[in-house]
């Protein structure tokens, strides 16, 4: 397709269902789907964007009219000399997958066969909570120099929410989400599959109705893979894209500077991981026709790197990244993040708690936030305490915090094996599925007590 100078056109659909069960009563049964045509042109140094739900013919000339109005109305307004955009080759990029919508009462049977398993076998259960969900984005994406992608991304994945009584007549809750990348019928062919780790999930449970509060205070601590992804992500990933950079961000006065122990090596992966299996989001073009290349962030434990969009890397002068991505047509692209982790290490889990005298061992969290300074506090769910290099007793609810470039200083130990989380939401501005993960992490961190 031939376009204008300066233009992309997008053609998206974004499709989403959800069914949940609270103590075995249904409330909530939704199918969503949204679809239309966008497209952005630049004029000098601004973009003009349109949109509209209609795909039609007609609809695509007047979305392509309408971006080329605005970007020449606000050019009017800038008045600055234009600079030319980082050159990209044009390529024809595909990235393809099961399109196969499951019926909604596909849905239903496996959140119910779950709740039942639930109910039936652990009664006394102070409340349970069980929702399937899946979503997917299907974008056509052409450029006016010659770069054509298409790409397919579904997810499914089953949450699990446990409550149980505590000896003090409290509660405490637990989850966990099963799924990946793919449709419900390739992730879930059997429910009967989960049971196993829904006993898992229970006896975790337990010990955290009897477990204890950990101590307030800077302690030595390992994180899991879950932890570790959520650091990257939330306290070093935002800060080193190259928009929050140019808002002041912290990663700007430490490029090429210490950032972390030499051990830590953090990366945005576009589509493959260093064993040559795939990311567990992979994007292979972003939404400026940019083909997807992995972002070096810290290299040894120096910040080396950003992720750009066409602009910030002519702005910096760096390579590009394919790093600009849109959640829905009417969206237009931001920096952000594909799958971001930091690298295992050469250490055993085994080693890295035997060498913690007193401390630690958090292994899932629930929630996180982190600010352009660096600054994090993560919510943790489930950890246990280390006493002479063994674990201990079970943890109730706590938090860590701290500033991402002091505590990542202190990291002395990575587990050789990666775990990664892709089940979430990115909610910068709008919307985007993200993978996070990294290895078991043994540092020292700032522990809230009860």
């Not at 990348?181 to 009897?210: C, H, S, V």
């Not at 692209?333 to 971001?340: A, K």
């Amino acid at each position: 397709m031939q376009l204008p100078a300066n233009t992309e056109l997008r053609l998206q659909t974004n499709t989403s269902r959800k069914v949940s069960f609270l103590g075995g009563s249904l409330i909530n049964n939704t199918r969503s789907r949204s679809s239309g045509v966008c497209a952005r042109t630049l004029c000098g140094k601004v973009y003009g964007f349109a949109s509209d739900s209609d795909s039609s013919d007609e609809a695509v000339r007047a979305v392509l009219k309408s971006a080329a109005d605005n970007a020449q109305f606000l050019s009017t307004r800038v008045g600055a000399k234009p600079e030319p955009l980082p050159k990209v080759s044009p390529q024809v990029l595909r990235l393809e997958a099961d399109k196969t919508d499951a019926e909604q009462r596909e849905y239903l049977e496996l959140a119910r066969a779950v709740d039942e398993y639930i109910a039936q076998k652990y009664p006394s259960l102070a409340s349970r909570s069980i929702t399937v969900t899946a979503d997917s984005m299907e974008k056509t994406l052409f450029t006016d120099f010659g770069a054509e992608s298409y790409s397919l991304s579904p997810r499914c994945y089953v949450y699990v929410f446990l409550t149980a009584n505590t000896p003090e007549g409290d509660t405490v809750e637990l989850y966990d989400v099963f799924g990946s990348r793919g449709t419900l019928r390739q992730n879930f062919p059997n429910p009967q599959a989960l049971f196993p780790q829904i006993d898992e999930l229970y006896e975790q449970l337990m010990q955290k109705a009897n477990g204890i509060y950990p101590d307030a205070g800077t302690h030595t601590c390992v994180m899991t893979g879950r932890l570790a992804g959520m650091l990257a992500h939330e306290a070093v990933g935002h800060t080193c894209e190259a928009d929050f950079v140019l808002s002041g961000s912290v990663a700007g006065d430490n490029l090429n500077k210490r950032v972390a122990s030499e051990l830590v090596n953090l990366v945005d992966f576009a589509h493959t991981l260093p064993d040559g299996s795939p990311a567990p989001l992979p994007v292979l073009c972003d939404d400026e026709g940019v083909p997807a290349r992995d972002a070096v962030l810290i290299k040894d434990g120096i910040l080396t790197g950003f992720m750009h969009s066409r602009e910030t890397a002519r702005h910096f002068g760096h390579e590009l990244t394919g790093s600009a991505r849109a959640y829905t047509y009417s969206d237009e692209p931001l920096i952000r993040m594909r799958n971001t982790a930091i690298l295992p290490g050469k250490d055993k889990l085994a080693d890295l708690i035997a060498g913690v005298e007193k401390g630690y061992y958090f292994t899932k969290t629930n929630n996180g936030q982190a600010d352009i300074t660096g600054e994090f506090m993560f919510g943790v769910c489930m950890g246990y305490e280390i006493v002479n290099g063994k674990i201990g007793r079970a943890l109730r609810d706590t938090t860590i915090s701290g500033v991402a470039f002091d505590m990542l200083k202190t990291v002395d130990g990575l587990s050789d094996e990666m775990s990664w989380e892709e089940s979430g939401f990115c909610g910068k501005k709008q919307l985007m599925p993200v993978g996070l993960g990294g290895p078991d992490v043994r540092c020292r961190v700032n522990v809230g007590g009860r």
